[in-house]
């Protein structure tokens, strides 16, 4: 079956300095990953995915993240983190069609 | 575009009573999925529908059913709430096919809270 493990419940940056949330995954199959950013009392929202091809993938707000199939790793990065970055993050992976597996979630706080 | 849109987005419900919940997906798309989020549990996926017929259907106990009309639009029902029912529903909505590399968009969420 497949799983998906985010290192770090919560994760405190300054504001400027590099966000890295990490993610593993396990599949035995070609995996379809994807990041989504929650906000307080608001639904998901898209930061970027993987599918095919270019390993290292853009997103909105800044953010990347590079699909490392030796590593089972999707981690996203963003270089200088900005107040509004503060949320939850969440990494997942596609399984059957409409079901996405979720990792446990990132808390993302950005000290001034 | 419209986006995905929940309704109600908060009820408080006392347990052994029944909940629907409902689902209005983006106009066009097929696939609607519903899921969980608790503190405890993180996101867990419920049920998928795909023209009107349920794909996919998670591990949650028969309490938990759903239905999908033939505008694509959805409802989830729990019967018999229990406390442990409380939750954000979240609901998500994808492309024409609902295939593995579609992005799921989702809706606000509905809060249920079990008294």
């Known amino acids: 079956a497949q799983s998906v493990t985010q290192l770090g419940s919560h994760v405190s940056v300054s504001e400027g300095a590099l966000v890295l949330l990490r993610c593993n995954y396990s599949?035995?199959?070609?995996?379809?990953l994807f990041w989504y950013v929650q906000y307080p009392n608001q639904g998901l929202q898209l930061l970027l995915k993987y599918t095919t091809g270019a390993t290292l993938v853009k997103g909105i707000n800044g953010f990347e993240a590079e699909f490392k199939k030796s590593e089972t790793s999707f981690h996203l990065t963003k270089p200088s983190a900005h107040m509004s970055d503060a949320a939850e993050y969440f990494c997942?992976?596609?399984?059957?069609?409409?079901?996405?597996?979720f990792g446990q979630g990132t808390e993302l706080s950005v000290k001034p | 575009k419209a986006g995905v849109t929940q309704t109600p987005r908060y009820l408080i419900k006392t347990r052994g009573q029944q909940v629907t919940l409902s689902c209005s997906p983006i106009?066009?798309?097929?696939?609607v999925s519903w899921y969980q989020q608790t503190p405890g549990q993180g996101l867990q996926f419920l049920f998928e529908?795909?023209?009107?017929?349920?794909?996919n259907k998670g591990n949650f106990p028969g309490r938990f059913s759903g239905r999908q009309f033939s505008n694509s639009r959805s409802e989830m029902n729990v019967s018999t709430l229990e406390l442990g029912d409380s939750a954000l529903y979240l609901c998500a909505s994808s492309g024409l096919a609902g295939g593995l590399t579609d992005t799921q968009y989702f809706g606000p969420g509905t809060r249920l809270t079990v008294l």
């Open positions: 599949s035995s199959v070609p995996p379809y």
């Open positions: 529908y795909f023209s009107e017929t349920q794909r």
């Open positions: 106009s066009g798309h097929r696939s």
């Open positions: 997942a992976v596609n399984n059957q069609g409409g079901k996405l597996i």
